[in-house]
């Protein structure tokens, strides 16, 4: 990378625009960059630095400070770098943010961000290729193969830096190599190693847990069945004793079952004793209860023959009921007949003295044969078939009343839509007229707001305009009023500070005057004067004796001096952003009258006022007039749709009218006394109904006295065959069927009881107890609570034992069980722990842990190859540099006290042969080591960042702790760098270098700012 022109515009010192030609400098090869102390040297490396990387390095990041105070309040300040890189040509334009003066922002000022601005040459032509921040930075990354903090270490080689890398100690190095070199991966290695050790830790930690929850789960089993563990093994080896408690579990179950089969035997033993007491208790009272019955049997022997009879006597009349049943209820029909036919009867002659329909019915009312027969109807049959035909006719015609009905609604409907229409037609006319006339008025005022309107946005601009000057002329007389409250304080703090400084100099030159006084005052006899070095002091000076009390009124003095200096200078620049601000008020107008800016922004507002209302007024016009249009032609529409549709509805009205009156006159006849068919038919059905039921009850009635005149016939054939002289001597023998079915009931019941007594007296059980009866045995209750107390006992036993057993079996079952998932883990935990193992051992190696004596990390034994690299790099210089005395060598010593080392460096020196600490080297010697390693390091980067080509070097200060010789060597040595092809500038203020090196890049410092010139044997300025 080769720097060929810069270009510098109100940054950092330079308050102008300053240019560097540095193709011109690197005809010499090299060329010196110096001017006094403050001037601005440093400042030309930020510009170079800002313009590539849009930061300055160290304490200047801040960008805000980055703009020249000097430089005028509207100058942008701007740095361009053009330079080459990998055979392309590139320029690269840089702005900060800063604070633009502006009459609308906060505080007179607007804040401008930063700006980037990068260009290529191409065929002779530059081609923009970014103007984006991060595009731009990313492509010159690129380009450079460094970032920032790189290219501050290998282009521009801080001497103080590398004097401090030289004594630091292996941490510190590190931190600035990794840093360099970029190995942040290794220590990601190490980080990532460690992990892994961890997690392969905490696995291994896992299956040891689930080892000894296996081996507690072992212990906890075997533990329900009280082994002795007096031969036990030690808990310590988990698998013998895993199996002792296999084998102890095993022996214990052994026990247990032949204790459970033991048990299972005496509780069938018990039980069978206890039911074979219980069996002979239970034949004893089955012989009782079978005695008792057979008493009860023989004392209900009469009961039951009595039963017998009567039941017999029920089933001869029950052969009758059925026709004694036909009977009576053939009577009770004739009697409901009767009885409907006399309640249709009356309410056939109710209906006829009020209904017309069947008053002119022929119909005539006679009492029937029988004193309590109901009265008949005469020709009620034939009536009832005239009114069903009229009925016929007057429903098959009522579709043609509704049809009338419909003519009628339509007619009414047509009528009402006839008037509608005709006050639409007239309301119509009346709009359209209306619209007409405003649409008339609207046109007529048009012209004069669209005069007015066409104003606007020159009214809006000139009330913008005046209120900005009349904030900037009130701005400017405050502006005015501070600068003159300031100037009048800076007047007094300037007489302070003169004052001050004349009372410190006056004191200064007493004190001077009687310097000798005060040296002799602290002369002692004896002590070497600290002038001369004599300890004689044959005639020491005489003075006042206020020497003491003049030199701290001196101090005094020169402290107030200070002070007052300072505050004047606060004061001043306070007062220059005074004038400025007042300066650039009063060129954006603000010296103007404020009453004349008042009245033409109060007169620039109304105007502009009156033309936004001209416009909205217009707007709201042009709105109306197109809405009129619309309205208009819907309204014209409308009529003509209106009287259309009027002219139909008439037609229309006259054709339903005529249809109405021709169907009406057809309906008249059938509807008779009626208001429509409708009623007309409801009153035919409603006398059909009423004649109907009268009709229909005199036949039932008919029907109803037949049928029980036949049942009685067959009555009284049947009674003689079955044993009875008379209906009532049947009825008297018959029983309800409960009562019957009841008796039924305990007549089998009765026998049944008779048979199962019977049959119990030859049954095995009552035979036995009647055998063990007669042998004298009796019943003992508490010889057989005690036999099944016994049994209940041995049961709860042989329970017990089989409940140990099974559990015993359940834990066998179990250790088997926890023995072999133990086995398993134990199997695969082995390979995780030499797994883990072997990721910690390996980690804490990286680490520089453990068996790794140097405390090397991996990061610091890959810094520790650049360092050898870069020491050799440094020692080929710096054997030139130092006569061929000293070299610069890495040593990976092992550090004391359990420091880490791999990155220590020593100096070798040859005329010796011995090995010795950098700390010990003197000012000059350090310098050129120092040198020596930025020089060597700049080569070993440039290798690391893929043979990236560095031409242009520089070197910052450190010149002045050289002697004549040594500065001769190191000059030799940079030569040297010239002829491989690099321009090597040097920042220094050494007088002898002033003269040695004719290129020179001189910094011009000034109280407006500093200015650049380049001389060389032309000695043109730049």
């Known amino acids: 990378m080769r720097i060929h022109r810069l270009l510098i515009s109100g940054f950092g010192p330079f308050a102008g625009t300053e240019e560097i030609d540095f193709d011109r400098l690197s005809a010499h090869g090299?060329?010196?960059?110096?001017?006094?102390?403050?001037?601005?040297?440093?400042?030309?490396?930020?510009?170079?630095?800002?313009?590539?990387?849009?930061?300055?390095?160290?304490?200047?990041?801040?960008?805000?400070?980055?703009?020249?105070?000097?430089?005028?309040?509207?100058?942008?300040?701007?740095?361009?770098?053009?330079?080459?890189?990998?055979?392309?040509?590139?320029?690269?334009?840089?702005?900060p943010a800063w604070d633009k003066p502006s009459a609308r922002g906060k505080n007179g000022f607007t804040t401008q961000q930063a700006k980037t601005l990068l260009r290529e040459r191409v065929g002779g032509t530059w081609t923009e290729k970014s103007a984006r921040n991060d595009e731009a930075g990313a492509e010159i990354l690129a380009l450079l193969g460094m970032d920032r903090e790189q290219f501050t270490r290998v282009v521009m080689l801080p001497q103080g830096d590398f004097a401090a890398f030289l004594r630091s100690k292996a941490t510190d190095r590190l931190e600035l190599l990794q840093k360099l070199f970029g190995t942040e991966r290794f220590e990601s290695v190490e980080q990532e190693l460690s992990r892994q050790a961890q997690v392969a830790k905490e696995e291994v930690s896992h299956l040891a847990g689930r080892l000894e929850l296996l081996a507690a789960r072992a212990e906890a089993e075997a533990a329900r069945l009280g082994l002795d563990a007096s031969s036990a093994p030690s808990s310590e080896n988990t698998a013998v004793r895993l199996d002792w408690l296999e084998a102890a579990v095993a022996g214990r179950l052994e026990e247990l079952t032949d204790g459970a089969r033991q048990a299972e035997a005496a509780s069938a033993e018990c039980r069978k004793?206890?039911?074979?007491?219980?069996?002979?208790?239970?034949?004893?009272?089955?012989?009782?209860?079978?005695?008792?019955?057979?008493?009860?049997?023989?004392?209900?022997?009469?009961?039951?023959?009595?039963?017998?009879?009567?039941?017999?006597?029920?089933?001869?009349?029950?052969?009758?009921?059925?026709?004694?049943?036909?009977?009576?209820?053939?009577?009770?029909?004739?009697?409901?007949?009767?009885?409907?036919?006399?309640?249709?009867?009356?309410?056939?002659?109710?209906?006829?003295?009020?209904?017309?329909?069947?008053?002119?019915?022929?119909?005539?009312?006679?009492?029937?044969?029988?004193?309590?027969?109901a009265t008949s109807v005469a020709g009620a049959g034939e009536e009832l078939a005239r009114l069903r035909s009229l009925l016929a006719v007057v429903e098959a015609r009522l579709p043609d009343e509704d049809r009338l009905q419909a003519l009628r609604k339509r007619h009414g409907t047509l009528a009402k839509k006839q008037e509608e229409l005709a006050a639409a037609?007239?309301?119509?006319?009346?709009?359209?007229?209306?619209?007409?006339?405003?649409?008339?008025?609207?046109?007529?005022?048009?012209?004069?707001?669209?005069?007015?309107?066409?104003?606007?946005?020159?009214?809006?601009k000139e009330a913008a305009a005046a209120d900005e000057l009349l904030d900037v002329v009130r701005r400017y007389g405050s502006a005015v009023a501070a600068r003159d409250l300031v100037k009048v304080r800076h007047d007094e703090c300037h007489d302070r500070q003169l004052e001050a400084k004349r009372r410190w100099l006056d004191l200064r030159e007493r004190r001077l005057a009687n310097a000798a006084a005060e040296l002799a005052a602290k002369l002692v006899q004896g002590e070497q004067c600290p002038v001369c070095g004599s300890p004689d002091h044959p005639a020491p000076a005489a003075g006042s004796s206020g020497g003491p009390e003049l030199a701290q009124q001196e101090e005094e003095a020169r402290l107030v001096h200070e002070a007052a200096e300072a505050a004047y200078a606060l004061v001043?620049?306070?007062?220059?952003?005074?004038?400025?601000?007042?300066?650039?008020?009063?060129?954006?107008?603000?010296?103007?009258?404020?009453?004349?800016?008042?009245?033409?922004?109060?007169?620039?507002?109304?105007?502009?006022?009156?033309?936004?209302?001209?416009?909205?007024?217009?707007?709201?016009?042009?709105?109306?007039?197109?809405?009129?249009?619309?309205?208009?032609?819907?309204?014209?529409?409308?009529?003509?749709?209106?009287?259309?549709?009027?002219?139909?509805?008439?037609?229309?009205?006259?054709?339903?009218?005529?249809?109405?009156?021709?169907?009406?006159?057809?309906?008249?006849?059938?509807?008779?006394?009626?208001?429509?068919?409708?009623?007309?038919?409801?009153?035919?059905?409603?006398?059909?109904?009423?004649?109907?039921?009268?009709?229909?009850?005199?036949?039932?009635?008919?029907?109803?006295?037949?049928?029980?005149?036949?049942?009685?016939?067959?009555?009284?054939?049947?009674?003689?065959?079955?044993?009875?002289?008379?209906?009532?001597?049947?009825?008297?023998?018959?029983?309800?069927?409960?009562?019957a079915g009841a008796l039924e009931a305990r007549v089998r019941a009765a026998q049944d009881e008779e048979a199962r007594v019977a049959e119990l007296f030859v049954s095995d059980d009552v035979l036995l107890a009647l055998e063990e009866k007669s042998a004298g045995y009796e019943l003992d209750g508490k010889r057989l609570e005690a036999l099944r107390e016994a049994a209940a006992q041995a049961l709860q036993a042989a329970r017990d034992a089989d409940l140990a057993a099974g559990m015993g079996a359940r834990c066998l079952a179990s250790l088997r069980s926890i023995r072999a998932e133990y086995e398993d883990v134990a199997g695969s935990a082995r390979q995780p722990a030499e797994r883990a193992q072997m990721l910690a051992g390996l980690a804490d190696a990286a680490a520089g842990r453990g068996e790794n004596t140097y405390r090397m990390s991996l990061n610091s034994y890959v810094l520790a190859a650049r360092l050898e690299h870069v020491a050799a790099a440094a020692s080929e210089r710096l054997v030139a540099m130092s006569d061929g005395r000293y070299l610069l060598q890495h040593t990976d010593a092992k550090a004391a006290r359990g420091a880490k080392s791999g990155l220590g460096l020593e100096v070798v020196d040859q005329w010796t042969g011995f090995r010795r600490d950098t700390s010990t080297l003197s000012g000059g010697e350090s310098f050129m080591a120092s040198l020596s390693l930025a020089l060597g390091l700049a080569d070993v980067v440039q290798q690391e960042s893929g043979g990236v080509e560095i031409e242009t070097l520089f070197v910052d200060e450190g010149f002045g702790s050289l002697d004549e010789q040594s500065l001769e060597q190191v000059m030799d040595a940079l030569e040297g760098l010239r002829d491989g092809g690099r321009v090597v500038g040097l920042v220094s203020h050494v007088a002898e270098m002033k003269q040695r090196i004719g290129a020179q890049l001189q910094v011009l410092k000034g109280r407006n700012g500093s200015t650049l010139r380049i001389s060389d044997a032309a000695d043109a300025p730049v």
Do not use: W
């Open 425 to 460: 037609l007239a309301e119509a006319n009346r709009r359209a007229d209306a619209l007409t006339d405003e649409r008339r008025l609207l046109h007529a005022g048009l012209p004069v707001l669209e005069q007015h309107a066409a104003a606007a946005s020159l009214r809006q």
């Open 30 to 95: 090299l060329f010196l960059l110096n001017g006094p102390t403050g001037a601005g040297k440093t400042s030309v490396l930020d510009a170079i630095c800002f313009a590539l990387y849009g930061s300055v390095p160290g304490a200047r990041q801040d960008g805000k400070r980055l703009r020249s105070d000097h430089a005028e309040p509207a100058q942008e300040p701007a740095v361009t770098c053009e330079f080459s890189a990998q055979g392309r040509r590139f320029e690269v334009t840089r702005s």
């Open 273 to 373: 004793a206890a039911e074979a007491e219980a069996s002979r208790a239970d034949q004893r009272r089955k012989l009782d209860s079978a005695a008792a019955r057979k008493v009860a049997v023989e004392q209900g022997a009469q009961l039951l023959d009595d039963h017998i009879l009567r039941l017999a006597r029920h089933r001869k009349a029950e052969v009758l009921q059925g026709q004694l049943r036909n009977v009576d209820a053939s009577a009770a029909k004739a009697r409901s007949a009767a009885t409907a036919m006399e309640s249709a009867v009356t309410l056939l002659s109710l209906a006829a003295g009020e209904d017309p329909e069947l008053a002119e019915l022929e119909l005539h009312f006679a009492p029937g044969p029988a004193t309590d027969a």
């Open 572 to 739: 001043a620049h306070e007062l220059g952003e005074a004038r400025q601000l007042v300066a650039v008020l009063a060129g954006q107008g603000g010296d103007t009258a404020e009453d004349e800016a008042l009245n033409a922004a109060d007169g620039a507002r109304r105007a502009a006022a009156d033309a936004r209302t001209a416009e909205k007024e217009l707007e709201a016009v042009r709105l109306r007039l197109g809405k009129l249009d619309t309205a208009a032609a819907a309204a014209q529409e409308s009529r003509t749709g209106t009287e259309g549709e009027l002219a139909r509805t008439a037609a229309s009205l006259a054709d339903v009218s005529e249809q109405s009156l021709a169907l009406d006159q057809a309906l008249a006849g059938l509807r008779g006394t009626h208001r429509t068919l409708a009623q007309r038919l409801r009153a035919l059905e409603g006398a059909v109904t009423v004649l109907n039921k009268a009709v229909e009850a005199q036949a039932h009635l008919e029907r109803m006295e037949a049928q029980a005149a036949e049942a009685l016939e067959q009555l009284d054939l049947a009674l003689p065959a079955a044993g009875f002289t008379s209906a009532r001597e049947a009825r008297e023998q018959l029983l309800d069927a409960a009562e």
